[in-house]
């Protein structure tokens, strides 16, 4: 009995030891949180690793995609890397001047790549036909196409030169003219599902800023889709911006956390005020402060333990994922508190390691859009 007690009090004390040391090593990788200035090393080293991991060749891109998830996820979770990091590298441009010709240079590379065969193969794979050799079609390929749209429009907007404007102006006017005709102002992902509404928000967003660098053009489409949103695909028990609707645009009964927070950050960089209220909303019905800071995937149930494809893992009912994305509205809207109990959360989930100039959570190596997202996320300032 004794030996056992001894060996039960040194488990204790092995458990609370490490307890102690994360927490302190949460302490200490947090500590600066709160500024653009203080996060700006912190922010400049995870910009390093992720530009060192993302920038390789297309097919070993795609192989740096967890293998289990299948060829469609590699290359949805390849193509959203190369956006969000995009994103990111825009954002910082504008936070830190001195980087803009670096992150012009690293967006032309990360446009590149999107563009290549081996990257876009899993669209066509879905569509049984090209997105960029059947542009003239009607086929949707929302998703493949906005995305690339959204990256051209970044390089863009902090001054790259007219490389690619002749596929930027392809793209957006493909797109324009699609949402047009599909009657319901909204593009299936994929033939045979749901219209998934953050997939189509990529789009309103890149018609956006195509349209702010274009006098207005598409302005129209974009205007005329914010309405019909705000009228016919909010939920009503939550108050939030639908998940999903049908091809025929009628509402589906299920909001996701991850997607109703994906949904709001897209928002804040077309509309502020609809981002506002949708926030507010979201943090009514998905926030979560116990045991940790963070956003629920489900309003309605609790989920102790489960795995979802686009939330990730999900313990003690937070979702990776749209915790990960509420961090880019906390930003936006300078809720400097929950923001940091965010980043706090990510600290503690998936551990910040550095060596020389570069820096990146353990996790980034299992899912690497995980870190592009997070950084585009925590520079999405609304006046830096």
């Known amino acids: 009995m004794i030996q056992f007690l001894k060996k039960y009090c040194i488990v204790i004390s092995v458990m609370i030891f490490l307890i102690l040391v994360k927490v302190i090593w949460v302490k ?9 200035e203080s996060e700006k090393e912190d922010i400049l080293q995870r910009k390093n690793w992720l530009v060192d991991k993302v920038c390789i060749e297309p097919l070993q891109l795609l192989k740096e995609m ?8 590699q290359g949805e979770w390849a193509l959203y890397t190369c956006s969000m990091l995009t994103k990111a590298l825009s954002n910082i441009a504008i936070l830190y001047p001195e980087t803009k010709d670096e992150s012009i240079a690293t967006i032309d590379s990360l446009i590149e790549i999107v563009k290549s ?7 066509r794979v879905r569509w049984y036909e090209d997105p960029l050799e059947s542009l003239e079609g009607e086929k949707s390929h929302v998703s493949y196409l906005s995305h690339l749209a959204w990256m051209v429009g970044n390089y863009k907007k902090i001054g790259g030169d007219n490389k690619h404007d002749d596929i930027y102006d392809s793209i957006c006017e493909t797109m324009n003219r699609r949402i047009i005709n599909s009657g319901c102002l909204n593009l299936p992902t994929y033939p045979g599902e749901p219209i998934y509404i953050p997939d189509m928000l990529v789009a309103i967003v890149a018609l956006k800023e195509y349209s702010d660098l274009n006098n207005g053009r598409y302005l129209p489409t974009v205007r005329m889709w914010l309405e019909e949103a705000s009228k016919k695909w909010i939920d009503k028990e939550t108050g939030l911006l639908s998940s999903f609707i049908t091809e025929e645009g009628e509402q589906t009964d299920e909001i996701k956390g991850s997607y109703s927070a994906l949904n709001c950050y897209y928002l804040t960089l077309i509309d502020s005020d609809f981002a506002e209220q949708q926030y507010v909303r979201l943090k009514d019905k998905f926030k979560q402060k116990f045991p940790y800071h963070g956003l629920k995937e489900y309003h309605d149930h609790s989920c102790w333990i489960g795995l979802d494809m686009d939330a990730g893992p999900i313990i003690c009912n937070l979702s990776p994922s749209g915790t990960a994305f509420t961090i880019g509205s906390a930003t936006y809207f300078n809720d400097i508190d929950y923001r940091k109990g965010l980043l706090k959360t990510a600290e ?6 550095k060596w020389g100039d570069k820096r990146h959570y353990l996790l980034g190596n ?5 870190e592009a997202i997070t950084l585009a996320m925590r520079t999405n300032y609304s006046n830096p």
Do not use: K
């Open 366 to 370: 299992i899912a690497l859009v995980g």
């Open 117 to 123: 065969p081996e990257l876009r193969y899993y669209d």
């Open 348 to 353: 503690i989930a998936a551990h910040t390691v």
């Open 28 to 36: 200490c990788s947090t500590w600066n949180l709160g500024t653009i």
């Open 66 to 73: 967890p293998g289990g998830i299948g060829l469609q996820f």
